[in-house]
Nanobody, 125 residues
Framework: QLQLVESGGDLVQPGGSLRLSCAAS??????????IGWFRQAPGKEREGVSC????????NYAGSVKGRFTISRDNAKNTVYLQMNSLKPEDTGVYYC????????????????WGQGTQVTVSS
């Protein structure tokens, strides 16, 4: 049974960087590649899509608010998807989740229906 576990959240100052990890267990991404997305939910706001990566890693999508600052990547050998976040802003604060999303070799979309515990990111001075 597939499980995705997020980690790497922390308190960071504006302009700082963090790398989030999404570790998969229950399947080997080398043999059962799946598209994965990152989402976040700020206090009092709805959850929103941040980024997604296709099964091959050759296609990525980003929300406009993070484009140019965040980078999603995957290492199937390590069964992990990463979200590198640079130039962080206070509005990036929230709980970050990874989830299985609809996708294929050259496609992914930021929609999901099942969530894990998430990891807290706080950007504040």
């Amino acid at each position: 049974q597939l499980q995705l576990v997020e980690s790497g959240g922390d308190l960071v100052q504006p302009g700082g960087s963090l790398r989030l990890s999404c570790a998969a267990s229950g399947i080997a991404l080398d043999y059962y590649p799946i598209a994965i997305g990152w989402f976040r939910q700020a206090p009092g706001k709805e959850r929103e899509g941040v980024s997604c990566i296709s099964t091959s890693g050759s296609r990525t999508n980003y929300a406009g608010s993070v484009k140019g600052r965040f980078t999603i990547s995957r290492d199937n050998a390590k069964n992990t998807v990463y979200l590198q976040m640079n130039s962080l802003k206070p509005e990036d604060t929230g709980v970050y989740y990874c989830a299985v999303v609809k996708g294929s070799t050259y496609y992914c979309e930021m929609t999901a229906s099942s969530w894990g515990q998430g990891t807290q990111v706080t950007v504040s001075s």
